[in-house]
């Protein structure tokens, strides 16, 4: 199991950046895969992006492809969301999530989940 804080979240204009940052406790960070879901106020919680064990692979939601870039550092125990050109509709409640193996887009496939930070995006 992993413990997972995300950091970074905030209130921005249309067309600025944010990066979120998700630090990982516990043991063995490089075996997991790692991804990024959000969720907006009553809509269910969707993935965004995914990175393999050694960053090798990634894969993004198309909402999101060519705006946001996911990264990690195992060095650090931490993965990052660079997220540019905000659009209002990115407003969420953003979760990173972790699982041994594979990369995956389905939610129910991470058990290791944090506890969430908020992204603003005015118009």
């Known amino acids: 199991q992993v413990q997972l804080v995300e950091s970074g979240g905030g209130l921005v204009q249309a067309g600025g950046s944010l990066r979120l940052s998700c630090a990982a406790s516990?043991?063995?960070?490089?075996?997991?895969?790692m991804s990024w879901f959000r969720q907006a106020p009553g809509k269910e919680r969707e993935f965004v992006a995914t990175?393999?064990?050694?960053?090798?692979?990634?894969s993004y939601a198309p909402s999101v492809e060519g705006r946001f870039t996911i990264s990690r550092d195992n060095a650090k125990n931490t993965v990052y969301l660079q997220m540019n050109s905000l659009k209002p509709e990115d407003t969420a409640v953003y979760y990173c999530?972790?699982?041994?193996?594979?990369?995956?887009?389905?939610?129910?496939?991470?058990?290791?989940w944090g506890q969430g930070t908020q992204v603003t995006v005015s118009s």
């Open positions: 999530a972790a699982r041994r193996g594979g990369i995956s887009y389905a939610l129910d496939e991470y058990d290791n």
């Open positions: 516990g043991r063995s960070f490089s075996n997991y895969a």
């Open positions: 990175i393999s064990r050694s960053a090798g692979v990634t």
